[in-house]
């Protein structure tokens, strides 16, 4: 199996919506599955922004409901870590040359994040096609996507960073764009508030936009 064919690119193509959760409160973890299976939504990206989160992918990992992936893998121990607490696929907020080869080696997709023309052509050089842009509002968004496009027109994009309800369809429309990740999509702290109420409605109304294209 080639790393362009891997399921996993073929389920985010489909998905469209990749949630990048900090897990702070294990007790929220049952609620977040539930909320991304009722939505169809059944990725994942858990961050390793706390100290809990290989407990969260094993957890997570646990009932084969969702696809968990690992992000902000900045070391190859991290990378480690979490494939063996389940995690299927890795986030990296950059391009992390022991966290790649130890992916590939794995045959674990990974997403090096990526701002420049320079940091694209690094990830190609290890023959990956789909990367993060990384921060991508503050790298000229949809506008930049589009213009890197043009050398590099067989790559396609996870943009991250300063997404929201309000711009991910626009994104969504670049043909470049395999799908979008962030905090927006589904948060521990909206779970919190009102036990999954509001977390709920929010995904669904991202989905319900999805669907109306
Ligand atoms: C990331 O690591 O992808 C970003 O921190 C996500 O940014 P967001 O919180 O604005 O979605």
């Not at 919506?17 to 539930?34: I, N, R, V």
């Not at 674990?108 to 991508?136: C, H, N, S």
């Not at 991250?160 to 905090?183: P, R």
């Not at 589904?186 to 009102?194: C, G, H, N, P, T």
């Amino acid at each position: 199996m080639t790393i362009m064919t891997h399921e996993i690119y073929e389920q985010l193509a489909k998905t469209k919506l990749l949630p990048l959760y900090t897990a702070t409160d294990l007790s929220c973890l049952d609620k977040l599955e539930e909320i991304l299976v009722k939505n169809e939504v059944r990725f994942i990206e858990v961050t390793f922004r706390s100290d809990l989160a290989a407990e969260a992918m094993k957890q997570l990992s646990k009932s084969g409901e969702l696809t968990v992936g690992a992000g902000t893998v900045r070391s190859l121990a991290e990378a480690e870590l979490a494939v063996a607490s389940g995690a299927k696929f890795v986030v990296s907020p950059a391009v992390v040359p022991e966290v790649i080869d130890y992916c590939l080696s794995k045959n674990i997709p990974v997403f090096p994040g990526t701002a420049t023309p320079g940091d694209i052509q690094r990830a190609l050089d290890y023959g990956i096609k789909v990367v993060k842009f990384f921060p991508a509002d503050i790298y000229g968004g949809l506008k930049a996507i589009k213009a890197l496009g043009g050398p590099f027109y067989d790559v396609q994009f996870l943009p991250t960073g300063g997404i929201d309800k309000s711009n991910f369809m626009d994104y969504l429309s670049d043909a470049h764009v395999i799908g979008v990740g962030g905090s927006f999509i589904i948060s521990e702290a909206l779970i919190q508030k009102d036990n999954g109420k509001t977390a709920n409605e929010a995904l669904k109304e991202l989905v319900d936009l999805l669907e109306e294209r």
